[in-house]
């Protein structure tokens, strides 16, 4: 079992940069992989992106390629999410989660525990 406390949030002006953690206070989180998704006010949640169990394999949602980058740090266990170049439309609450599978799937139904969420607001 793991239980994952989210940090990082903020506020940020578009083109600015935050990094997301993820920590677990357990001692499984290398049997999991991680997701990470967004909520923004009056939609649905949605991807953002993920990282294998290992660490080995990331994957990232269309919207957020080539700005986003997904980490995870099994001797700490901590995921982070670098967030660069971000847009007024990043603005939402960031949720970690974790799966205990090798590779993660972009379903939120598949994860089995979640972090509280943590609110990015993007100036522009």
């Known amino acids: 079992q793991v239980q994952l406390v989210e940090s990082g949030g903020g506020l940020v002006h578009a083109g600015g940069s935050l990094r997301l953690s993820c920590a677990d206070s357990?001692?499984?989180?290398?049997?999991?992989?991680v997701g990470w998704f967004r909520q923004a006010p009056g939609k649905e949640r949605e991807f953002v992106a993920s990282?294998?169990?290992?660490?080995?394999?990331?994957f990232y949602a269309d919207s957020v390629k080539g700005r986003f980058t997904v980490s995870k740090d099994n001797a700490k266990s901590t995921a982070l999410l670098q967030m660069n170049n971000l847009k007024p439309e990043d603005t939402a609450v960031y949720y970690c989660?974790?799966?205990?599978?090798?590779?993660?799937?972009?379903?939120?139904?598949?994860?089995?525990?979640w972090g509280q969420g943590t609110q990015v607001t993007v100036s522009s």
């Open positions: 989660a974790a799966r205990r599978t090798i590779v993660p799937g972009t379903n939120s139904a598949l994860y089995d525990y």
């Open positions: 357990g001692r499984a989180f290398s049997n999991y992989a």
């Open positions: 990282i294998s169990r290992s660490g080995g394999s990331t």
